[in-house]
């Protein structure tokens, strides 16, 4: 044998034999993730973690874990597993040096993971969630597989059943057989729309024998205006919407324009990045249009405290605070509230990490004011808009654009005002009810440097009924300082205890920088315990144009009218300008009086970085969120999306895709949908439902053999189609359409269905329910009146939200409670009233009217048993009224209604019982 043959075998050898080491020895490399951090978690974090980090060793990060422990020496030795002390604690034979501490010895096996896990350099690795998700291969689907397929039935109808199929193949499991038309019509209609199908849709699909039909119908069910009205409701809970304020006065707030806004964005099939830019940072984007502004209400929902003796400042932080958390948990999945008094205990989140996001929503103009500003003012009186108009042009006209774009702006928003909280040093004086200014009769207040450069007037608003003038005093720098000018406030009919006020506007001199304004009041005519005034706001303005002109007075008395104008008001978010901005701060412990290290607006390093081009703010913040860079945000939609459809998510932990969450029960599945969302479909909902729906996996039947219940009870291998309760404001609505009563009026204020008297009694509040007249009662649950305090109390019966904070995830139960209300509130008493005399209508036997009722009700064909049971229940009960005809008529006139004047009382009331009933069976409350 030649020396090149031996140079040449040699070398084959040498490479084969390193490959068979490399390869042997990537399959015994511990995986962190998988492996140790489960480890770790459940047993070493609690002492050495986020918050507590006994003997100075934390196991969070990687440089505190290697670094020096309070002994001096580090406790972990990469390499070097036998000479390192947290190793060596786990099997010490003293109970007292043993870890963990006062607990059960690790297993065996954890010891020996964790062992060798040190001694191959104790790497840290990243959690599935943090790390940018990438396009899986699809499984078996090749070339190889379709020679296969030939020579059986494919049961895959798009790439989720292949991923899907594959799982069930590894657990030895068959999917199901496709459902029956008219239970799929109806699962699909739910889905996309929340609504079940007409008697018309039903009949028309299962005349249908196109291969189509089924497509056909669900493009027609996205293309629905019900179907934003179905997905926006999934939408609210995030969002926290409600009608009221929160806490315990929990007054009205004017919000609704937002909840018409997600019903819009659904609509429109809006991109999911473009939809989270728009409500965290729609003011912000170029030129923005009412709408966006309204978007931006998404983080207005958060409570505000109305009560007399809050401190403004205190809440305006707890809405700082909620507005971290919700922004995380709503696009991010993660429990970032953790953060907010240390570092996180499982996840690679610092506590500076959470002051850094609320950098991002420090700046806004909203300080837990009653009056719920800034809000966005839409003139809606055409004299008022034909004011606006007039002035705008006339301002355009002789002053420029900038100058008119200027005046639009503030008449929309009435910003930056000063509020009265700003002011300290009270002498003779107060904040009235902790809101107003209140300061009597040589009385005075300080507000504390005021940025004066280029402001040449004051707006005040202020209510004066005490019968005479009040002189207010503005001295610089002092009490005894200069009197920049003396401001008389003449008596009004607005103001004083309310929102409504009066508006003046004032010259002042030429000032620049910042300066302290010491205000002093004075009204010898007041009783000395009496406020001279009360003064909602000031603000400080450059000069309204066209001082000299004759048309000068006539103009600005024509601005002022506007700026008094009664409007229809949305809260919105708004930057404060430079001369008012915050600094964001650390709290120490999450104590918001105990401020520490100034930190700029930023996202986790764990988690990346901002975009090259995104500015530090919401915008940036925005930006990043809905950027392919992001690791969570598709994975999270995705996953949210599939849980509505499916009753559990890929994750089941909506709430929580850290260490401390559920691990993808198909992860490459989650993955596949995740970058496709994002590049095929371009962000849009609309295409990622219908690619979920129309899956042979979704299509499935949902009924479940002993087989599948022993290996998959919760259906998380999806062997079987979805079946799972709807919600509260589904099971509504569907009583509603199938008796014939529901409204499909959309958008306006929210109104108030039928509700039980006395539940709003509230203190501090003058609010009542006041039941809404005709249509209104029966419009979809969407639109009810949402008050935090006292929900609407089927909502909450049927696990509804109070919405006082974000809620990821709705936790189906099943109380009798639940049963109590669907055979009993007169809203569904009502609903079977009017589907009894659908029955009459059907005509033909008895048999033909309970047999018809229940096909259009439930999609399906009644059972012969089914049909005797009801039959059996009418025979009773018409025989009972027959008897009673007194019971008959009160069961009637629980809900009078002078549309039903039946001929025949026994008969309706019987019927009205077989209608309830079916309006209780499993089979209606559920998606099948």
Same mark, same amino acid.
């Given at each position: 044998?030649?020396?090149?043959?031996?140079?040449?075998? /040699?070398?084959?050898?040498?490479?084969?034999?390193?490959?068979?080491?490399?390869?042997?020895?990537?399959?015994?490399?511990?995986?962190?993730?998988?492996? $140790?951090?489960?480890?770790?978690?459940?047993?070493?974090?609690?002492?050495?973690?986020?918050?507590?980090?006994?003997?100075?060793?934390?196991?969070?990060?990687?440089?505190?874990?290697?670094?020096?422990?309070?002994?001096?020496?580090?406790?972990?030795?990469?390499?070097?597993?036998?000479?390192?002390?947290?190793?060596?604690?786990?099997?010490?034979?003293?109970?007292?040096?043993?870890? &963990?501490?006062?607990?059960?010895? +690790?297993?065996?096996?954890?010891?020996?993971?964790?062992?060798?896990?040190?001694?191959?350099?104790?790497?840290?690795?990243?959690?599935?969630?943090? $790390?940018?998700?990438?396009?899986?291969?699809?499984?078996?689907?090749?070339?190889?597989?379709?020679?296969?397929?030939?020579?059986?039935?494919?049961?895959?109808?798009?790439?989720?059943?292949?991923?899907?199929?594959?799982?069930?193949?590894?657990?030895?499991?068959?999917?199901?057989?496709?459902?029956?038309?008219?239970?799929?019509?109806?699962?699909?209609?739910?889905?996309?729309?929340? +609504?079940?199908?007409?008697?018309?849709?039903?009949?028309?699909?299962?005349?249908?024998?196109?291969? @189509?039909?089924?497509?056909? #119908?669900?493009? /027609?069910?996205?293309?629905?205006?019900?179907?934003?009205?179905?997905?926006?409701?999934?939408?609210?809970?995030?969002?926290?919407?409600?009608?009221?304020?929160?806490?315990?006065?929990?007054?009205?707030?004017?919000?609704?324009?937002?909840?018409?806004?997600?019903?819009?964005?659904?609509?429109?099939?809006?991109?999911?990045?473009?939809?989270?830019?728009?409500?965290?940072?729609?003011?912000?984007?170029? @030129?923005?249009?009412?709408?966006?502004?309204?978007?931006?209400?998404?983080?207005?929902?958060?409570?505000?405290?109305?009560?007399?003796?809050?401190?403004?400042?205190?809440?305006?932080?707890?809405?700082?605070?909620?507005?971290?958390?919700?922004?995380?948990? #709503?696009?991010?999945?993660?429990?970032?509230?953790?953060?907010?008094?240390?570092?996180?205990?499982?996840?690679?989140?610092?506590?500076?990490?959470?002051?850094?996001?609320?950098?991002?929503?420090?700046?806004?103009?909203?300080?837990?004011?009653?009056?719920?500003?800034?809000?966005?003012?839409?003139?809606?009186?055409?004299?008022?808009?034909?004011?606006?108009?007039?002035?705008?042009?006339?301002?355009?006209?002789?002053?420029?654009?900038?100058?008119?774009?200027?005046?639009?702006?503030?008449?929309?928003?009435?910003?930056?005002?000063?509020?009265?909280?700003?002011?300290?040093?009270?002498?003779?004086?107060?904040?009235?009810?902790?809101?107003?200014?209140?300061?009597?009769?040589?009385?005075?207040?300080?507000?504390?440097?005021?940025?004066?450069?280029?402001?040449?007037?004051?707006?005040?608003?202020?209510?004066?009924?005490?019968?005479?003038?009040?002189?207010?005093?503005?001295?610089?720098?002092?009490?005894?300082?200069?009197?920049?000018?003396?401001?008389?406030?003449?008596?009004?009919?607005?103001?004083?205890?309310?929102?409504?006020?009066?508006?003046?506007?004032?010259?002042?001199?030429?000032? @620049?920088?910042?300066?302290?304004?010491?205000?002093?009041?004075?009204?010898?005519?007041?009783?000395?315990?009496?406020?001279?005034?009360?003064?909602?706001?000031?603000?400080?303005?450059?000069?309204?144009?066209?001082?000299?002109?004759?048309?000068?007075?006539?103009?600005?008395?024509?601005?002022?009218?506007?700026?008094?104008?009664?409007?229809?008001?949305?809260?919105?978010?708004?930057?404060?300008?430079?001369?008012?901005?915050?600094?964001?701060?650390?709290?120490?412990?999450?104590?918001?009086?105990?401020?520490?290290?100034?930190?700029?607006?930023?996202?986790?390093?764990?988690?990346?970085?901002?975009?090259?081009?995104?500015?530090?703010?919401?915008?940036?913040?925005?930006?990043?969120?809905?950027?392919?860079?992001?690791?969570?945000?598709?994975?999270?939609?995705?996953?949210?999306?599939?849980?509505?459809?499916?009753?559990?998510?890929?994750?089941?932990?909506?709430?929580?895709?850290?260490?401390?969450?559920?691990?993808?029960?198909?992860?490459?599945? +989650?993955?596949?949908?995740?970058?496709?969302?994002?590049?095929?479909?371009?962000?849009? &909902?609309?295409?990622?439902?219908?690619?979920?729906?129309?899956?042979?996996?979704?299509?499935?039947?949902?009924?479940?053999?002993?087989?599948?219940?022993?290996?998959?009870?919760?259906?998380?291998?999806?062997?079987?189609?979805?079946?799972?309760?709807?919600?509260?404001?589904?099971?509504?609505?569907?009583?509603?359409?199938?008796?014939?009563?529901?409204?499909?009026?959309?958008?306006?204020?929210? $109104?108030? &269905?039928?509700?039980?008297?006395?539940?709003?009694?509230?203190?501090?509040?003058?609010?009542?329910?006041?039941?809404?007249?005709?249509?209104?009662?029966?419009?979809?649950?969407?639109?009810?009146?949402?008050?935090?305090?006292?929900?609407? &109390?089927?909502?909450?019966?049927?696990?509804?939200?109070?919405?006082?904070?974000?809620?990821?995830?709705?936790?189906?139960?099943?109380?009798?409670?639940?049963?109590?209300?669907?055979?009993?509130?007169? #809203?569904?008493?009502?609903?079977?009233?009017?589907?009894?005399?659908?029955?009459?209508?059907?005509?033909?036997?008895?048999?033909?009217?309970?047999?018809?009722?229940?096909?259009?009700?439930?999609?399906?064909?009644?059972?012969?048993?089914?049909?005797? #049971?009801?039959?059996?229940?009418?025979?009773?009960?018409?025989?009972?009224?027959?008897?009673?005809?007194?019971?008959?008529?009160?069961?009637?006139?629980?809900?009078?209604?002078?549309?039903?004047?039946?001929?025949?009382?026994?008969?309706?009331?019987?019927?009205?019982?077989?209608?309830?009933?079916?309006?209780?069976?499993?089979?209606?409350?559920?998606?099948?």
């Amino acid at each position: 044998m030649n020396t090149n043959k031996l140079l040449f075998i /040699s070398s084959i050898i040498t490479i084969g034999g390193y490959s068979v080491y490399s390869f042997l020895g990537e399959a015994n490399k511990v995986n962190y993730s998988t492996e $140790v951090k489960p480890i770790l978690n459940k047993h070493c974090i609690a002492c050495h973690g986020g918050v507590k980090k006994q003997g100075g060793f934390s196991l969070l990060f990687r440089e505190e874990a290697l670094g020096k422990t309070e002994s001096g020496k580090p406790a972990i030795i990469p390499g070097d597993a036998k000479h390192s002390e947290f190793i060596i604690r786990l099997t010490h034979k003293d109970p007292e040096e043993r870890m &963990p501490l006062k607990k059960e010895p +690790l297993k065996k096996e954890e010891i020996e993971i964790l062992t060798k896990w040190v001694n191959q350099g104790a790497n840290w690795g990243e959690h599935w969630a943090f $790390v940018k998700p990438e396009m899986p291969k699809v499984p078996n689907k090749g070339f190889f597989a379709g020679l296969l397929s030939l020579f059986s039935s494919k049961w895959e109808k798009n790439d989720i059943d292949y991923f899907v199929k594959n799982k069930l193949d590894e657990e030895g499991l068959s999917p199901s057989k496709q459902a029956e038309k008219s239970i799929l019509l109806r699962r699909v209609f739910l889905d996309l729309t929340g +609504l079940p199908p007409t008697e018309k849709q039903i009949q028309d699909f299962l005349k249908d024998d196109a291969d @189509n039909a089924y497509e056909k #119908v669900v493009d /027609s069910l996205l293309a629905s205006p019900q179907y934003g009205e179905r997905w926006a409701g999934m939408w609210l809970d995030m969002a926290r919407y409600s009608d009221t304020k929160g806490y315990e006065k929990d007054e009205g707030r004017n919000i609704w324009q937002y909840r018409d806004y997600v019903i819009k964005a659904f609509n429109k099939d809006l991109p999911y990045n473009q939809f989270i830019k728009e409500q965290l940072a729609g003011d912000l984007l170029k @030129n923005p249009t009412e709408e966006q502004y309204i978007a931006t209400a998404f983080h207005r929902n958060t409570v505000n405290n109305d009560e007399g003796g809050t401190d403004d400042e205190e809440f305006r932080n707890a809405t700082m605070v909620d507005r971290v958390n919700t922004t995380w948990e #709503v696009f991010q999945s993660t429990t970032f509230a953790c953060v907010q008094c240390h570092s996180h205990p499982y996840d690679p989140i610092r506590h500076e990490d959470y002051y850094k996001s609320m950098a991002f929503f420090y700046n806004t103009r909203d300080e837990d004011i009653p009056d719920d500003s800034p809000y966005l003012r839409q003139f809606t009186k055409p004299e008022d808009k034909a004011k606006l108009t007039d002035l705008q042009h006339w301002i355009k006209n002789n002053f420029g654009t900038a100058k008119e774009q200027e005046i639009s702006q503030y008449l929309t928003f009435l910003e930056p005002k000063i509020h009265p909280h700003s002011g300290d040093q009270f002498i003779n004086g107060a904040l009235a009810d902790t809101k107003y200014l209140g300061i009597r009769n040589g009385g005075s207040v300080r507000f504390k440097s005021l940025p004066l450069t280029g402001k040449r007037q004051l707006l005040v608003a202020y209510g004066n009924k005490t019968g005479s003038p009040t002189l207010m005093e503005i001295h610089l720098g002092s009490l005894t300082g200069k009197v920049l000018t003396t401001i008389k406030l003449d008596t009004t009919q607005k103001g004083g205890w309310t929102n409504s006020w009066d508006y003046q506007l004032y010259d002042l001199p030429v000032m @620049n920088g910042r300066q302290d304004w010491y205000l002093t009041f004075k009204n010898a005519k007041v009783k000395p315990d009496q406020s001279t005034c009360i003064i909602g706001s000031f603000t400080l303005l450059p000069e309204f144009p066209g001082k000299g002109r004759a048309d000068y007075a006539e103009k600005k008395k024509e601005f002022l009218a506007l700026v008094s104008a009664n409007t229809e008001n949305t809260p919105v978010m708004l930057d404060s300008p430079k001369e008012y901005a915050r600094q964001t701060h650390v709290w120490e412990r999450g104590n918001w009086l105990a401020k520490t290290t100034f930190v700029q607006p930023d996202i986790p390093a764990s988690l990346g970085k901002l975009p090259e081009n995104a500015p530090k703010n919401r915008l940036g913040l925005a930006m990043w969120l809905g950027s392919k860079e992001n690791p969570l945000t598709a994975r999270v939609a995705v996953n949210r999306f599939w849980e509505q459809i499916f009753g559990t998510g890929l994750v089941e932990t909506l709430e929580d895709f850290g260490t401390q969450g559920f691990t993808p029960t198909n992860a490459d599945l +989650l993955d596949f949908l995740a970058v496709k969302f994002m590049d095929e479909y371009q962000w849009k &909902p609309k295409k990622l439902l219908k690619e979920i729906v129309m899956s042979a996996t979704y299509q499935q039947d949902s009924k479940a053999n002993q087989d599948l219940l022993d290996k998959d009870p919760m259906n998380r291998l999806l062997a079987r189609g979805p079946r799972v309760r709807l919600s509260a404001e589904q099971i509504r609505d569907q009583a509603l359409l199938v008796s014939g009563l529901l409204s499909q009026k959309m958008y306006g204020k929210s $109104v108030m &269905p039928y509700q039980p008297d006395g539940i709003w009694n509230t203190p501090y509040s003058s609010m009542a329910w006041k039941t809404s007249e005709n249509e209104d009662q029966y419009r979809r649950a969407l639109y009810t009146y949402w008050r935090r305090s006292t929900p609407y &109390p089927s909502m909450i019966t049927f696990d509804g939200a109070n919405r006082d904070i974000c809620l990821a995830r709705r936790i189906r139960t099943n109380t009798p409670l639940q049963a109590l209300v669907t055979l009993n509130d007169p #809203v569904y008493l009502e609903c079977a009233k009017h589907l009894a005399k659908k029955m009459d209508k059907v005509g033909g036997t008895l048999d033909e009217q309970i047999s018809n009722t229940y096909q259009f009700t439930m999609c399906k064909t009644i059972s012969e048993k089914k049909l005797a #049971v009801l039959k059996k229940l009418y025979s009773t009960t018409f025989q009972t009224y027959q008897k009673n005809r007194t019971e008959a008529e009160k069961l009637l006139n629980i809900c009078p209604d002078d549309n039903i004047k039946p001929k025949n009382i026994p008969d309706l009331a019987a019927k009205t019982l077989v209608a309830s009933t079916l309006l209780n069976l499993d089979e209606f409350i559920m998606k099948e």
